[in-house]
């Protein structure tokens, strides 16, 4: 019988948003996959799981993922975890889904914390439609999948560091204009969370009042919606 690859969402903030079949999951699994094995580490024991723990980072899934799918196919069960929120959404994950299923291992992602959907719903725009477009490219890359964004009609979901906040915010004003919709998210779930709306022009005039602290989800109402 081969194993099962768990994809399994952590708190991207409050503990409290940990799932029950998480908790499940991430006991009975043979092994656990972990971003940072420090940083889970911390979560692992405040819900008193002590499966066998390995890392599994962007800095080892290239060489190491062929041989864990293969343990899966053999027979063992694993539970993929990131530092937080769903693995594979900006985060390892992609490359060892793909190789399960190349070697007809099932894989099943338990549904749970992602920050991309409490900041849609909480921007207030349409949702029936949307993109995700994670982090924006460093520096190469990034004016051109701007400028592919234009005319978008969809809500546009960025993820984005506090310290390069103002100058997206700046290079969205350029690509949209200063009065389009925008609606940033920081610290989801978490203590100091808050949500500003606005347009682009008073929500980066907001940021430069109070630097940005935290982590950070922008979301932009699409062209003409
Ligand atoms: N896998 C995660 C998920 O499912 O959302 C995303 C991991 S990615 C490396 C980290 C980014 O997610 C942060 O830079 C920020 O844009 C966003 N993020 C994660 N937690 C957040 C939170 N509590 N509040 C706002 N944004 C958050």
Not at 73 to 95: R, V
């Amino acid at each position: 019988m081969a194993g099962i690859l768990y994809i399994v969402p952590t708190p991207i903030g409050n503990l409290g948003d940990i799932t029950l079949r998480a908790i499940e999951v991430l006991k009975s699994a043979d092994t656990i996959l972990a971003e940072d094995t420090r940083t889970s580490g911390k979560l692992l024991r405040h819900f008193e799981i002590t499966t066998a723990v390995r890392s599994y980072h962007m800095h080892n899934e290239h060489r190491i993922t062929t041989d864990l799918a293969a343990r899966m196919e053999a027979g063992e069960t694993m539970a993929l975890i990131s530092d937080a929120g769903t693995p594979g959404i900006s985060d390892p994950g992609f490359l060892l889904v793909r190789e399960c299923l190349r070697l007809g291992v099932r894989v099943e992602c338990l549904p749970g914390p992602t920050a991309l959907i409490p900041a849609l719903v909480e921007s207030g725009f349409p949702t029936d439609r949307f993109v995700f477009e994670g982090f924006l490219p460093p520096k190469k890359g990034r004016q051109k999948r701007l400028q592919a964004l234009r005319e978008e009609q969809r809500t546009m979901i960025f993820y984005e560091s506090p310290h390069k906040l103002l100058k997206t915010m700046e290079q969205l004003q350029e690509i949209f204009g200063s009065d389009r919709q925008i609606s940033v998210s920081r610290e989801l779930s978490k203590l100091y969370a808050e949500t500003i709306r606005g347009t682009l022009l008073t929500v980066k005039e907001h940021f430069e009042k109070h630097a940005p602290k935290g982590e950070f989800v922008l979301v932009v109402r699409g062209a003409g919606s």
